[in-house]
């Protein structure tokens, strides 16, 4: 919500938005120092675009959650346990919601990360880069405790063998830290919330997305099964794989059969969609009225980390849009196929054109006799 100095501040901008702070100070008979207070106000609840006043028309996706250093070690050959094997490593930004907003981003979607990094030299990377991206982290916060990290080890395949995630950090996303961004979290075309906050945060978070799409991303068994109290008809979606879904529901969730009583239950809590994430198979999305398998597409494997993020921030990218789920979740599995055929957590090259020609040669072969 705006206060009355802001929404002068906005109208004065909407007839010349390249009026100065001093014009506008004038116009609204206060000093320019003051101007600069609401303006920056302003930009950290997204009505205002970067330095020259450019005002936002469509509404923004916001995502809430971890943001780390991810550090990569892949084994030359297959990986022998117990001994060290030849390989090689990189460093890399991470973290899910972090992932998720930079695809978004360069998807060309306007998108603002809630998260904390440390006031250390990881963090100083992981925020240059990240802004590189595209990504808007006014809502970033700094901590005296370390950037979080998670480290994967993969086998020459591209398969993950093990990984440690540190995310001390992230603890630190609390009630306050999202209040600050209210306003902003209020206006988005679609919310994003992963598993790495804790229930008191989720629960204060969900309580101001009120009315605006809400996305809410596991991460892993253990994160499901703390949070899973708070899924209710608050959440638009969730995203689970077989294992998540069993962590939410108290069900077990290996046979179709199952699958579906499982997605049913989170139905009855009011949940309106359920995406449950198949492995090779695909997926299944599931309204209240039906439920349809989604095939995954063919993709060489060179690094599966981060398809997941990929295929969440593509179908993000579709409702945004004003496309259907449906539509939204066959353009995610195009974009997890790009990202697992890539070495990067985070494709550099990723465009909605690429994705949609992956999506389109995909239908072709599957349509050919």
Known sequence: MLTSREQQIVDLLRRDPLMSAE????????????VNV???????????????????DSPAAVVVGGANM????????????QTSNPGHGSMAPGGVARNIAENLARLGDRVHLVSVVGRDPLGETLLRQTVAAGVRVEHVTRTERPTGTYTAVLDADGELIVAIADMEATSEIGPELVGSARDLIASAGVLVLDGNLSRATLDHVLDLSSGVRTIFE????????????AVDDRVYAVTPNRDELTALTDLPARTDRQVRRAISALHARGVELVWVRLGDRGSLLATMEET???????????DVTGAGDAMLAAFCHILLAGGTPQHAAHF????????????????????????????????DLRDTP
């Open 23 to 34: 014009a506008l100070a004038t116009a609204l008979g206060t000093t320019r120092a003051s």
């Open 38 to 56: 609401h303006v920056s106000n302003l930009g950290k609840k997204g009505v205002i675009l970067g330095r020259g006043y450019v005002l936002a």
């Open 70 to 81: 991810d550090f990569k070690a892949r084994s030359r050959a297959r990986a022998t346990p």
């Open 218 to 229: 596991p991460v892993s068994v253990p994160k499901a099964s703390g949070l899973k109290d």
């Open 292 to 302: 349809i398998e989604i095939p995954a597409l063919p993709a060489s494997v060179e």
């Open 332 to 363: 995610g599995h195009a974009a997890a196929a790009l990202t697992i055929a890539s070495p990067h957590t985070v494709r550099p090259d990723l465009t909605p054109r690429l994705v949609q020609a992956t999506l389109d040669a995909a239908t």
